[in-house]
C-alpha cells in the first residue's frame, strides 16, 4: 500500500510568517499535486508537479518536487488569513496496475492564519 | 477542468434507511471515483466508478453497502445503503481527466464535486 506521510497536521502562525508543509513517501508518483480545501466544498487543485526536482510557483507559493519523485512540499512566504484552509498532497500512479489512476492522500494539514 | 455538480449538498436521514448521491459532469470522462471524508481530515477512496466496467472498490468498503451507478460518461451515483450514524461523512465524487503538457508528456488532472454531508441519526 503506498502512503503519503503529510506533516504538520495543524499549523497555526501569524499573518506575515512563511511556513513550508511536506509529504514524503517510500513510493514513487507519476505526478503530486496539492490542493486546499475550504469547509463545504470540495479540493481545489493548488498545482500539479511531474518531473522529478520540479519546481513551480503560483503568487507566494512554492510546490518543489523531489528529485526521485517520492517527497514534495509547500511553502508559503508571508501568509494572509485568506491561506486558511485544509491543504492535501495527493500522488498518483502511472501507467500499468490496478492503482492507475488512483489518487493517494496525504493526511492533511490545517493551516490557520491569525490576522 | 471538467465541471461537476453534486447533490444533494447535504441531508439528515433516519438509520436504516438509503440515500443516493448524484455526480453529473459537464464533459465525458473515462475514471470516476467516490472518497468520503471526515471534516478536516484526508479523504479515503471508496470506489472506482470506469464507464463500461463493474465499480471496483477498495478494502472496507462493499457493494452491498455502496453501490454504484455509471450509466454513461457524464454520470454516476452512490447510494449510502441501510444507514447508521457511522456512516455519517462527507462523501465526494472526483473526475480524472488526462492533460497533456509540454514534451507530450502529460497527468491526470482531478475535480471534485462540492460534497454531500451526511448525517445519520
Known amino acids: 500500500t503506498q502512503l503519503l506521510e503529510q506533516s504538520p497536521q495543524f499549523l497555526s502562525i501569524q499573518e506575515g510568517e512563511n511556513l513550508t508543509v511536506y509529504c514524503n513517501s517510500s513510493?514513487?508518483?507519476?505526478?503530486l499535486q496539492w490542493y486546499r480545501q475550504e469547509p463545504g466544498e470540495g479540493p481545489v487543485l493548488l498545482v500539479t508537479?511531474?518531473?522529478?526536482?520540479e519546481v513551480k510557483k503560483l503568487k507566494r507559493l512554492t510546490f518543489q518536487f523531489g528529485d526521485a519523485r517520492k517527497d514534495s512540499s509547500l511553502h508559503i512566504t508571508a501568509a494572509q488569513p485568506g491561506d486558511t484552509g485544509l491543504y492535501l498532497c495527493?500522488?498518483?500512479?502511472?501507467?500499468?496496475?490496478?492503482?492507475?489512476?488512483?489518487?493517494?492522500f496525504g493526511q492533511g494539514t490545517i493551516l490557520t492564519v491569525h490576522p | 477542468s471538467a465541471v461537476i455538480s453534486q447533490k444533494p449538498s447535504r441531508d439528515i436521514c433516519q438509520r436504516g434507511t438509503s440515500l443516493t448521491i448524484q455526480c453529473q459532469v459537464d464533459?465525458?470522462?473515462?475514471?470516476m471515483f467516490w472518497y468520503r471524508q471526515q471534516p478536516g481530515q484526508s479523504l479515503t477512496l471508496i470506489a472506482t466508478a470506469n464507464q463500461g466496467s463493474e465499480a471496483t472498490y477498495e478494502s472496507g468498503f462493499v457493494i452491498d453497502k455502496f453501490p454504484i451507478s455509471r450509466p454513461n460518461l457524464t454520470f454516476s451515483t452512490l447510494t449510502v445503503s441501510n444507514m447508521s450514524p457511522e456512516d455519517s461523512s462527507i462523501y465526494l465524487c472526483?473526475?480524472?481527466?488526462?492533460?497533456?503538457?509540454?514534451?507530450?508528456?502529460?497527468?491526470?488532472?482531478?475535480?471534485f464535486g462540492s460534497g454531500t454531508r451526511l448525517t445519520v441519526v
Open positions: 495527493a500522488g498518483a500512479r502511472g501507467a500499468g496496475g490496478t492503482s492507475y489512476g488512483k489518487l493517494t
Open positions: 508537479v511531474v518531473t522529478g526536482g
Open positions: 472526483s473526475v480524472a481527466k488526462y492533460v497533456f503538457r509540454d514534451r507530450g508528456r502529460g497527468s491526470y488532472g482531478y475535480t
Open positions: 464533459s465525458q470522462v473515462t475514471m
Open positions: 513510493s514513487v508518483f507519476s505526478s
